[in-house]
Every structure is written in structure tokens, then in C-alpha cells.
């Protein structure tokens, strides 16, 4: 048996879960793969690794997947995802999120997670909408697109995931698409790899919901906008007045170091014990 058929078969609930319950044409599936083969290709221990999800399309990815899984509650994927980090460290998490899920009611965990640096890898699934509950807009939704909840053209500006998250403090942040799938695993193992709080924007669409309503006729013309409209980061770069607002850009836009937080809080643990000098603190009488 070949390489890719073996990691099929080891990493999936081939089993038990499939068929799944994603639409045809659907580009969470891609993302799947892409995760899957990453972990195959670090060759990580499948006992060491950890799906985490909230609720949506993209929250269902774990059930699929054969390894140490969580489908939690919508919008605190990453707080469960930080509590098992503390308590497991030494485990690889991945946390599987929508766009709604992680930047709308998970939108405060998202800031503090990239805000301490703990060591987990953010994989936000964008296909511009709330899919799985009936085509609302989530906070990634473009200006005068129709939705569900804005019928004559939906007049928030979308959260741009890689602005906030390097803002927010995030030392490693990169986006592909769907379309772009080799480039999409390198970059999925760049996160992976990465000590410390490592942000992936796959960008993706819904065809059954945003598709439908903005007269986009097919998975395969939507795919075909993620080629069209996306460009290279460097490529970006070279242009004089920059991307066009509507462009996706992809590539890697940072990739730095600081102290990862488990880490931190292991030196904190080891000054509660008394095994590091103590901290002077400062009394009535003068320092101590």
C-alpha cells in the first residue's frame, strides 16, 4: 500500500463517520486533507495529536478525523483547546474554526490566544458566511454581498483574520485557498511546526448559501474565483499602488519568535514550588 493510501486509512473514520455531511463541491473537505497530510508528513504520532472544533460546517471536521478529537460549543473551541494545552503541553492541537465561529462569538478567544502566544495552530476555514444555520453574514463577509440576514447588500466591513491576528500578537500568520493545495499543505505544516500561536486562514466558499444568493451558479465557478482573484504575496509586494481591495492574497505574513506560554507558566509553576529565587517584593520596611 502507497504512502497516501496509509495515511488515508490511519487518519480518518473511514469506518464509522463517512459518508459526510458536507455539501458536494464543499471546500472543507480540502482543508481536511490538507491537515491530514501535514500530520502525515511531520510524521507525528497520531496519539499526540488533538482536533479541537467549535459549531459549523467546519466545527463537524473532527468527527472524521482519528485522532484525539473535542466538538465543542460554538465560539470556545480555542478556550478548550487552551485548557487541554496546559494540561497536555506536549500534545500538537490543531483547532479547526468558521469564520463565524472564530471571529464572532469566539472573536474574544481568538485576540487572547494569539495575545499570550500558547502554543496551538489556528486553522480558520473563511467561506464568508454562517453555512450550516442558514447563510446569515459573519464578520468576514464582503461589502454589499447578500446574505440571509442582509438581503439588500450587507453594509459591515469584513474583519480582515490576518490584520487581527498579527495585531493581536500572533508571531506566525499565513492564508491560502482551496484552490491553491500544495501551497496550502506547505503552509499547513509551517503552522503545525510552529511553537507558539500559529494562524492559517484557508479561504474557502459556500456554494449552497453565499453562492445561491449572490448568483454564483456553481462549487466549480466559485473555485475558479479563488484562482482568479488571489495573488502571491511577493507578487503583491511589487505592485505600485498594492492588491485591489477584493484580491486575496497568500503567502506567510509573518513568522517570528517570542515566549510561547506553557513554557512561561512551567517557570511560574517552578517559583510556586520554590525551586527558582523568590521575586523581591516590596514591604513597609524596604525591599526583601
Not at 480555542?78 to 494540561?87: D, I, N, S, V, Y
Not at 490566544?113 to 467561506?127: F, K, Q, S
Amino acid at each position: 500500500m502507497q504512502r497516501h493510501d496509509q495515511g488515508t486509512y490511519e487518519y480518518l473514520r473511514h469506518h464509522k463517520r463517512f459518508p459526510h455531511l458536507w455539501c458536494a463541491g464543499c471546500g472543507i473537505g480540502i482543508v481536511m486533507g490538507s491537515i491530514v497530510r501535514s500530520v502525515q508528513n511531520l510524521e507525528l504520532n497520531q496519539d499526540d495529536v488533538a482536533i479541537i472544533s467549535g459549531i459549523g460546517c467546519t466545527g463537524r471536521m473532527p468527527v472524521y478525523m482519528d485522532f484525539n478529537t473535542m466538538h465543542t460549543t460554538h465560539g470556545r473551541a480555542l478556550a478548550f483547546a487552551t485548557g487541554l494545552k496546559l494540561a497536555r503541553p506536549e500534545m500538537e492541537i490543531i483547532v479547526v474554526m468558521g469564520d463565524g465561529d472564530a471571529l464572532a462569538i469566539g472573536g474574544n478567544h481568538f485576540i487572547h490566544a494569539a495575545r499570550r502566544n500558547i502554543d496551538l495552530t489556528a486553522v480558520i476555514v473563511n467561506n464568508n458566511i454562517y453555512g450550516m444555520t442558514g447563510g446569515q453574514s459573519s464578520p468576514t463577509t464582503p461589502l454589499d454581498a447578500r446574505s440571509a440576514t442582509a438581503p439588500y447588500g450587507h453594509i459591515e466591513p469584513p474583519f480582515p483574520i490576518t490584520d487581527l491576528a498579527m495585531a493581536a500578537g500572533a508571531p506566525f500568520v499565513a492564508r491560502s485557498t482551496v484552490y491553491h493545495v500544495t501551497e496550502l499543505d506547505k503552509l499547513m505544516e509551517q503552522a503545525v511546526r510552529k511553537k507558539g500561536f500559529a494562524v492559517l486562514e484557508a479561504v474557502s466558499y459556500c456554494h449552497t448559501t453565499f453562492g445561491r444568493a449572490n448568483d454564483l451558479k456553481s462549487p466549480v465557478a466559485m473555485m475558479r474565483l479563488l484562482k482568479d482573484k488571489s495573488i502571491p504575496l511577493q507578487a503583491a509586494a511589487r505592485l505600485e499602488e498594492g492588491p485591489d481591495p477584493d484580491q486575496i492574497v497568500r503567502g506567510v505574513f509573518r513568522d517570528d519568535d517570542r515566549p510561547e506560554y506553557t513554557e512561561l507558566y512551567d517557570k511560574v509553576i517552578e517559583k510556586a514550588h520554590g525551586t527558582l529565587p523568590p521575586r523581591k517584593r516590596k514591604v513597609r520596611r524596604g525591599w526583601v
